[in-house]
Each structure stands twice: as C-alpha cells, then as structure tokens.
C-alpha cells in the first residue's frame, strides 16, 4: 500500500458504543428534536451540551449542524474514518457519545503537536500550521480546530510545498499513447484542448488526464489545482492535479466533508458530455484490469523499472499527487491517481500501482488533503458488441466462488467476433438442435459418449416460463452479450423452480432435471459435469473457445465444446467476462453449486456459493428430465411440455422456503395464524409477553388499502418476504396515513395499537420493546437467527426469538434503495405518551466490539419501510 496520499485519519479522542452501532438509517428531518432550531436556520438547537445525550452523531445527522447555549457554539455531526465513529466537532471541541454521557475532549494546544497512532504529527490543522497560517488562506470555516479543518474558502501558497523529483523524462504526451491502439478524439470546447478517447468494455474514457486550468464558471478549479511541481510543461504531458471539491465542482467534497452531491452521473470539472467515474464504473475498470496493471500502465512516464505494456491503450502515467499532510508533491513515477464520485467522508480515488504490487484498486486516503489527476468518461455508453481489436481484459476470479468482495459492478464488456462463428471449430462435426420455444437453433456436440449443447443458452423465458423471463439476464444489459455469449440465469430460473431460489434447499427429483433446457434436453447432473472434467485429462483448453477469452486465456477448443468467458452476475453486478465462465448443474440442498472455467488460471473445478445470488450460464444435455420425485413437486413434467411448469405467480408458494432454519429447534414455540391471508407464524413466550417468532408477511392491500406502496420485499423479490418477512412504512405499519416519518400529526393512540397486526395482536409497545432489549442486556446474539445474517454477524439464538438481517428500505428522494441484509434490522415500535416520535428496535448483528447490539431508538431516517413483529394482547 502507498505510504503517502493515502494515510490513516487523525485519531478521534473517545468511542461511542451506540454511535457506532447505530449505522442504521431511519425516517426524516427530526424535526422533533430541535423544535427551536428550523426556523433559525439550525438543524439543531440545545440549551446545554449534555442535551446531546439523547441524541448522538450517527449516520441520520452526518453533515447536520447544531448549537448549543446562549453563545450558540456550533457543532457539526461528522463520521471519523480512523476510529469508525461518528462525532460532534466543534470549533474548538469534538464531543463524542459514551454511552449516554457527553464528554468534552480536551482542547489542544494550538502551538504543540499531538501525534495519532500512525506517529503523523496532527499540527498541521492547527491554527500555526504554515500551510493554513493566516498569510496563506482565508477562513471562513464554520469549524477550524486542532481536531478538524472544515475550511470552505482555503487556499495554498506555492512557498510551502515541496516539490518532488521525477524519475523520468517526456517530451510529448505521444510518448504515453501506444502506437498499435486506435485512438479516438474528444475536443473540450472550454479552452480547445483535444484529447485521446479508448474504449474499456462499454464505455469511452479519456486516454489522458484532463488539463482544464479553470475559468470564471469553475473558480474552484482556478483556486484549487496545480501541475506538478507547478511546472505547466507537466500540465500539457501529464494533466493537471485537482482537489476532490474542485474535480467534482462542489463544495460539499471539499476534504473532510461527506461527499454527497446526489445519485445521477457527476460532470463536475469534465468537459459537456463528459463526466467523473461512477463508483460503478470505477468498479468496472479495477475488474477489467485487476492485477494486469502492465495492460494500463503507460511506457513511459514511470520510474523504468515501473513501465507499462499499456495494451489496453488506457494509456495512465504515474503523474503523482499533491499531498498537503506532508506539503509536498509525492510519487511521480511510482503512483497514478485518478478521482471517481464516491459518497462519503473518505478521499475515494482509483490508485494505480506499480510492479510491487502491480494492480489498480479503489483506495480511500484518510488524513490529509490531496489534488490528484481527473479522467472523464463519455455519458454514452456502447450498445453494441466491440471488435476483438478494442477489448480488454477483465479480473480473474481467484477464489473457488464469486464472493462479493471479488464480485465488484462491472458494466465492462469484453465482447470478441461480432459473429458466434468464429467461437466454433471448424474442423469439428457438429448438430443442431432447434428450440420450439422461440425458434432459436444451437448446435450440439458429442463429448465422451454425452451430447452438448456447443453454445450457452438464450432462451429469454415467456409467459408460460416466467422464471427464466424475470430472472435471467444479458452481461451488463447489453442484449448484443445475449446474442454472443447466451443469458446469465439465477438457480431459480436455470432449475425454472422457485425451491432452487437463493437461500433455498432445491430438490426436485431423485434423476435429470429439465429445468430452463429445451423439450428433451436437462440440465447437467454432478456426474455429468464429472464426466466432463475427466474428458479433458488437465486439458482444459480444449474446452475454450478460440475466441470469446482475453488474448492470454483464450483455448485451443479441440473438443469443439466452445465455452466463451461468458462472465457472471453476482448478486447485482457484472463481472469478469473474457476471463471466467461458469455452469449450473442440478443438486439439492440450500447451497448453489456450478462448475467453473477459469481463463487466467487455466483451472476447471467445481465449487459453491452460499453467499449471494448468482446468475451464471447454461449448457443442456441431451435426454428427458425424469418425473418429479413425489407429486407435491412444482416442476414440470417428463413430458416437456413447455406448458407443464410450475405456477407463473408473482408470490412464491409457501413450501418453497424451508424457514425451520431460521429457530431454535431446542426451544418449544407456540403457533398463530392470520386469518386474513391463512399465513402462520411462530409463536414464542418472552418475559410473560407473546411474541411473534418471525417477521410479518401480510401484503393484501384490498383489506388494508394503506399497504398499497407502502410495503416491499427486500430487492422487491417475493421470496424475500416469504423467508423474512415484509418491509413497511411507518404509516402502514400502524395503519395511518398520519403516522408518516414526517408530518408530526400522529395521533396519540391509548393502550395497545393493533396497526398492521392480526386481531388480538398488536405493535410493540417501547416499554415492551425496552424489556425485550434490557432482558437480554442490549446484546443482540441471543435474539438472533444463526440464520439470515453475514457470516460473523449470526447469533446463538438462545432465546428462540429468531431476528434476521432483512435490512431495512429507504423511500426518501437522494436516499432510494435497500441496503443493510444480512447486518441489521429495524423493527417498528409504538409508545402512546410521543406517538410523533419514531420508535423502532435496532439490531446491529455486530458492532465495533464485537458483540451484536441491540436498543430502541426515535431517530428513523430516510423515510424506512422496517420489520413488524406482533406481541399477543
């Protein structure tokens, strides 16, 4: 890792323990907490410090101002990536939750150092720091301490920064370009500047680094970039250095803030049609090039023994950054570094590293304030496959499955032929075989003794196969991909029976299985997949395709079986194509298991995936899937009939989610049925008070019209709901259109509250939600499921009461989507004495000590939809 530019953050004085656990995102403006505040121009307003008590720094009130007493002493709610804590700075004291109790940090010194754990002196924010000295900026800073600099105004002398020695020597930006590329043109219409374009998957980026100087439109960028050793002969080779506030042409990313200027494309600094890297696109370029870094390197404009091959034509110098922790130029000639739009407090960059470790990654730099280099990138993307001339390779899946942490989004497309062909061996006899579906012909081939399909699948499903129709996919939405390289297909839809869906134990029958194949062909059963692998005798390449691989992993295709790296969509996002294929084949249990081809690794194996949903390629075989193993089966039949699948609804059937894994099976549960919609729930005895043991799931909005658009299964997948439950808004789940997140006209409902609940049940109260968390000493563990958490999230489950990770969804604009399955839940509560206030039990499956926490808390955010779970009247 980069010793400069990318350091550690100053170290924060105390730990919150329910500031850091409260990483949840919950329901509005709380405007109920600072009811002098609004109309003032605060977002909060105190009489005393420690009415911060109840109301801590969290992920709800990052970026909100606050004020305290007569003298209005401000605070700003900020999240300090060295310790993971959010905390209240202020200009000239951070106060930070410990537990309930406020503490005030000690003032530092102005004219001493302090150092944090790294041994990084932390003067350099002090008021005698020559950088931000009085002679070099001007401060207008709402907050300027020994802790934080929050300056919105500041600029730098050139008197106090060090340059830096460059370890090579350019004459022309030709020089970085490589000679066998075709390159296109961009003119940047601001200054005239003409600049080199490349294509990398579907997307067009820059080939250089951008040099726009600035102008009276972008006074940011005038006052906040520099050429290196503020030479402008290196602008005009290497591009110019921009802060992240000046890259991004707002403020609001200046270094220390959290970035968040929306969720659309960012043009910020780029030229008209141009924009800075998406965080998916940023992705999608570290999964193209990974650990090749010599394929993006350019081959010159490094140190030499740090020279690029650069045959991707992307052409990146190691222009270096200029890093304000140690006032000085550093790195040209060892590091790139190019800005991309990621939320948050970090410095997020894409890093671009030389042969020790030879790879470009995402990186965050934590401590200090840094210009570096900008690439913009076409708004248009490609929709049609790219000749084999302009592809580029794309990360290799090292790992015996594809984890999210290896499964990065990648909208890249390593596309070869425009005609499948060229896939083929044409010294090989093949047969056809024609789809009655859709008309769609494939040809077959006979390996050891088993016939084939030579091709991947691409039957988009219909109304009589609604499985494959809404579950499968073309790599990166792009239907040319379909076309070439055949659909991407979750279980589910390859097996075309929900009981194969993620999370699910899958089994259909004791023999073959149709699944998604044509009539008279199933898909891959173990032994088959077995047979197939001792076919090639550690010969792998004569399963490869000529073409349809990267250059380095292309095969030689011998047994005309022709397998392309068709790539994989893991959970949401596109990866690896042209370097990793993979195959379903039919076996039972809840883990999803395939065989996979490695390009890079020149391996074939078969592994399993429990991690996420995947979405990879199908090859059929030849021969009739056999009856279901017992009639309570949903599969089609051994007839083929495209017309004998299972049940086209949009809900899942009961039967399809074995839930018996998510409770304690030492544990005696009691048993209630809703009679609204026949569904029954697990009962459980907890402290004299009846629990619900499982989320709710009830969503008949013609009972309760209040449900319509105020309920959703977690990634809107039906099976979701039917194996955790519902997510409701705050106003369904008490059933009234007052009891939203924001408008504050609740109404103050005596004694229990049935709400969305069945009859004779109602929504916990805060007292029984309090005695629920206080019996079990706030620790979440023996509540939860060892079931529907992460890995090191999941709890013993002593108790039986069985909470799951069913995240949480957020409705308010700027904060759309789901997020948190797997690492928390919220759960709805109601207290009668402040029906305004939005009550909901937290639990966090792991907090920063490492025990799950579990509390209720009033702060809902982001207008949520939240778990409900009934207590018995």
């Known amino acids: 890792m980069e010793k400069r530019c990318a350091r550690r953050g100053i170290q924060t004085l105390l730990v919150a323990s329910l500031a850091s656990a409260?990483?949840?995102?919950?329901?509005?403006?709380?405007?109920?907490?600072?009811?002098?505040?609004?109309?003032?121009?605060?977002?909060?307003?105190?009489?005393?410090?420690?009415?911060?008590?109840?109301?801590?720094?969290?992920?709800?009130?990052?970026?909100?101002?606050?004020?305290?007493?007569?003298?209005?002493?401000?605070?700003?709610?900020?999240?300090?990536?060295?310790?993971?804590?959010?905390?209240?700075?202020?200009?000239?004291?951070?106060?930070?939750?410990?537990?309930?109790?406020?503490?005030?940090?000690?003032?530092?010194?102005?004219?001493?150092?302090?150092?944090?754990?790294?041994?990084?002196?932390?003067?350099?924010?002090?008021?005698?720091?020559?950088?931000y000295s009085s002679s070099s900026y001007s401060s207008s800073s709402r907050y300027s301490s020994s802790s934080y600099y929050f300056d919105t105004t500041w600029t730098f002398s050139e008197d106090h920064i060090g340059l830096a020695s460059i370890p090579f020597t350019l004459t022309t930006k030709d020089e970085l370009l490589n000679p066998d590329v075709e390159y296109g043109t961009m003119l940047d219409e601001r200054d005239g500047q003409v600049y080199r374009t490349v294509i990398v998957g579907n997307r067009v980026w820059m080939a250089e680094n951008l040099n726009f100087a600035g102008n009276d439109d972008y006074p940011l960028v005038l006052e906040?970039?520099?050429?290196?050793?503020?030479?402008?002969?290196?602008?005009?080779?290497?591009?110019?250095?921009?802060?992240?506030?000046?890259?991004?042409?707002?403020?609001?990313?200046?270094?220390?803030?959290?970035?968040?200027?929306?969720?659309?494309?960012?043009?910020?600094?780029?030229?008209?049609?141009?924009?800075?890297?998406?965080?998916?696109?940023?992705?999608?370029?570290?999964?193209?090039?990974?650990?090749?870094?010599?394929?993006?390197?350019?081959?010159?404009?490094?140190?030499?023994?740090?020279?690029?091959?650069?045959?991707?034509?992307?052409?990146?110098?190691?222009?270096?950054?200029?890093?304000?922790?140690?006032?000085?130029?550093?790195?040209?000639?060892?590091?790139?570094?190019?800005?991309?739009?990621?939320?948050?407090?970090?410095?997020?960059?894409?890093?671009?590293?030389?042969?020790?470790?030879?790879?470009?990654?995402?990186?965050?730099?934590?401590?200090?304030?840094?210009?570096?280099?900008?690439?913009?990138?076409?708004?248009?993307?490609?929709?049609?496959?790219?000749?084999?001339?302009?592809?580029?390779?794309?990360?290799?899946?090292?790992?015996?499955s594809v984890s999210s942490s290896s499964a990065?989004?990648?909208?890249?497309?390593?596309?070869?032929?425009?005609?499948?062909?060229?896939?083929?061996n044409p010294d090989v006899t093949y047969g056809t075989l024609k789809d009655s579906r859709d008309g769609q012909v494939y040809k077959t081939v006979e390996i050891n003794g088993t016939t084939w399909m030579a091709e991947n699948l691409n039957f988009a499903g219909n109304s009589d196969w609604p499985l494959p129709k809404n579950y499968s996919y073309c790599y990166g939405g792009i239907a040319a991909n379909c076309a070439l390289y055949g659909r991407l297909y979750d279980r589910a839809a390859a097996m075309n029976s929900t009981t194969c869906g993620y999370g699910k134990s899958c089994s259909l029958y004791d023999g073959l299985n149709r699944g998604v194949c044509p009539d008279g062909w199933h898909i891959p059963s173990e032994e088959e997949v077995d047979d197939l692998m001792d076919f090639t005798l550690g010969n792998r390449k004569t399963l490869r395709s000529v073409d349809g691989w990267v250059d380095r992993e292309v095969g030689a295709n011998e047994s005309g079986f022709s397998l392309v790296g068709s790539g994989v969509r893991a959970d949401k996002n596109y990866v690896n194509q042209g370097r990793f294929a993979a195959l379903w084949y039919y076996s039972t249990g809840v883990v999803q298991n395939y065989l996979v081809f490695s390009g890079v690794e020149d391996k074939m194996y078969l592994t399993e995936n429990s991690k996420e949903t995947v979405y990879i390629s199908v090859r059929c075989v030849k021969g009739t899937g056999a009856e279901p193993a017992s009639s309570g089966s949903t599969k089609s039949s051994s007839s083929g009939s495209s017309s004998s699948v299972e049940s086209s609804s949009s809900e899942e059937s009961s039967s399809s989610f074995d839930k018996t894994v998510l409770f304690n099976s030492a544990v005696s549960y009691g048993e209630m049925t809703d009679s609204r919609d026949g569904q029954t729930y697990r009962t459980l005895n907890i402290a004299g008070r009846t629990w619900m043991a499982e989320n709710l799931n009830f969503a008949d909005s013609s009972k309760l019209p209040i449900l319509e658009g105020n309920n959703r299964c977690y990634d809107d997948d039906p099976g979701e709901c039917e194996a955790f439950g519902r997510l409701y808004s705050r106003e369904a789940a008490l059933n009234d259109s007052r009891c939203t997140c924001y408008n504050g006209t609740c109404p103050s409902m005596s004694g229990n509250v049935q709400g969305i609940c069945p009859s004779g049940w109602h929504i916990p109260s805060k007292s029984e939600a309090e005695q629920l968390a206080n019996l079990n000493a706030n620790q979440a563990s023996s509540l939860n499921s060892s079931y529907g958490w992460a890995t090191d999230r999941r709890g013993n489950n002593s108790t039986g009461m069985s909470f799951v990770g069913a995240g949480v969804y957020q409705r308010q604009t700027g904060s759309v989507g789901f997020k948190g399955k797997g690492n928390y839940t919220n759960l709805w509560v109601y207290d009668v004495s402040t029906p305004n206030e939005n009550w909901y039990l937290m639990d966090v499956g792991k907090s920063a000590s490492g025990n799950g926490t579990i509390a209720v808390m009033d702060d809902a955010g982001y207008d949520p939809f939240y778990t409900v779970r009934c207590v018995k009247n």
């Open 22 to 131: 409260a990483l949840i995102a919950g329901c509005g403006d709380d405007e109920s907490f600072s009811p002098v505040a609004k109309n003032r121009g605060y977002d909060y307003a105190f009489v005393k410090t420690n009415d911060f008590a109840e109301y801590p720094c969290n992920e709800m009130r990052e970026g909100r101002e606050a004020v305290v007493g007569r003298d209005k002493d401000r605070y700003e709610c900020i999240f300090d990536e060295r310790d993971s804590v959010y905390l209240w700075a202020g200009e000239s004291d951070t106060l930070t939750a410990k537990g309930h109790e406020f503490v005030r940090a000690e003032s530092s010194n102005s004219e001493e150092e302090s150092s944090d754990s790294d041994g990084f002196s932390s003067s350099r924010y002090s008021s005698s720091s020559s950088l």
């Open 224 to 400: 906040r970039s520099a050429c290196l050793n503020f030479d402008d002969d290196n602008c005009a080779l290497l591009g110019r250095l921009y802060s992240r506030e000046a890259a991004m042409d707002n403020v609001s990313c200046m270094f220390g803030v959290s970035c968040d200027i929306g969720d659309t494309l960012v043009r910020g600094v780029c030229p008209k049609g141009w924009h800075i890297p998406s965080n998916a696109e940023a992705l999608a370029l570290v999964n193209a090039f990974g650990d090749e870094l010599g394929d993006v390197r350019s081959a010159k404009g490094w140190s030499s023994y740090k020279e690029g091959v650069n045959t991707s034509g992307f052409s990146m110098p190691a222009s270096g950054c200029l890093d304000f922790g140690d006032d000085r130029f550093e790195s040209p000639g060892k590091t790139g570094y190019v800005w991309a739009y990621i939320k948050g407090s970090d410095m997020r960059y894409l890093i671009f590293r030389g042969p020790s470790d030879n790879d470009v990654i995402i990186h965050s730099g934590y401590s200090s304030n840094i210009f570096v280099s900008v690439r913009c990138i076409s708004d248009d993307t490609l929709k049609v496959a790219l000749s084999s001339s302009s592809r580029v390779s794309s990360s290799s899946v090292s790992s015996s």
């Open 408 to 424: 990065k989004s990648s909208s890249s497309s390593v596309v070869s032929s425009a005609s499948k062909d060229n896939f083929f």
